[in-house]
C-alpha cells in the first residue's frame, strides 16, 4: 500500500474523513452499535414471519462479508468464501450468548481494521490493489459501507416486524 501526493492532499484528508463517516454510519442511518443494542437473548434464533433467516443468521452474513472484503484487501493469499452459500450460515444453524456477543465483537474488530487502512495516510486509496486489477481500497470501502448499511436498516425493521425493540 503506497503513498501518493495526491493522498496527502487537503482534499484526500476530507475523502478520508468521509469514508470513516461512512464506515461508522449513524449520519442517514443507525449505527450497527445501535441496531443490536438490547437485543433480547430469546430472539437470536428466531425467524421473522416470512423471511428464512434469523437475526443472528443476518449479523453473521454481514460480519462473513465484511472480514472477507479486509482480507481482500490486506492479504494478496485470500481466497473468498464460495458465493453465496459461504457467506451465510446454514439455515438450520443456531447461536448462544457467547455465539451473539462472538460476532458482534468480530464485526466491531474488523471494522476497526478497516478503519484503521482508511486513516493511515501512507494508504493510497485510489491505487490499485496489487493483486486485484481494476480494484481499489476506495471501491472497496464504498463497498463494504454500502452492504453494512443495507443490512444493518433489514436488521432493524426485523427488530421492528418482531417487535424486540424496548418500548
Given amino acids: 500500500m503506497s503513498s501518493s ?7 484526500a484528508q476530507v475523502v478520508r474523513e468521509q469514508l470513516l463517516a461512512l464506515l461508522i454510519g449513524g449520519n ?11 437485543f433480547p437473548a430469546e430472539h ?14 443476518i449479523l ?5 462479508a465484511q472480514w472477507d472484503i479486509l482480507e ?5 493469499d485470500h481466497i473468498s468464501p464460495e458465493w453465496p452459500a459461504g457467506y451465510w450460515p446454514h439455515s438450520t444453524e443456531r447461536t448462544d450468548s457467547e455465539g451473539w ?6 464485526f466491531l474488530s474488523d471494522l476497526g481494521s478497516l478503519r484503521d487502512i482508511v486513516k493511515d495516510s501512507d494508504v493510497d486509496l485510489y ?6 486489477q481494476g480494484y481499489t481500497i476506495f471501491r472497496e470501502i ?5 452492504h453494512n448499511a443495507y443490512h444493518i436498516g433489514e436488521f432493524g425493521v426485523l427488530r421492528q416486524v418482531m417487535g424486540t425493540w424496548e418500548t
Fill in 127 to 132: 491505487a490499485q490493489i496489487p493483486h486485484a
Fill in 5 to 11: 501526493p495526491a493522498t496527502n492532499s487537503g482534499q
Fill in 60 to 64: 453473521e452474513h454481514l460480519r462473513i
Fill in 44 to 57: 437470536y434464533n428466531t425467524n421473522p414471519p416470512h423471511v428464512n433467516y434469523t437475526p443472528w443468521h
Fill in 72 to 76: 481482500f484487501v490486506r492479504d494478496p
Fill in 28 to 38: 442517514a442511518h443507525m449505527t450497527f452499535e445501535q441496531a443490536v443494542a438490547d
Fill in 142 to 146: 464504498l463497498v463494504v459501507s454500502d
Fill in 101 to 106: 456477543e462472538n460476532t458482534i465483537t468480530a
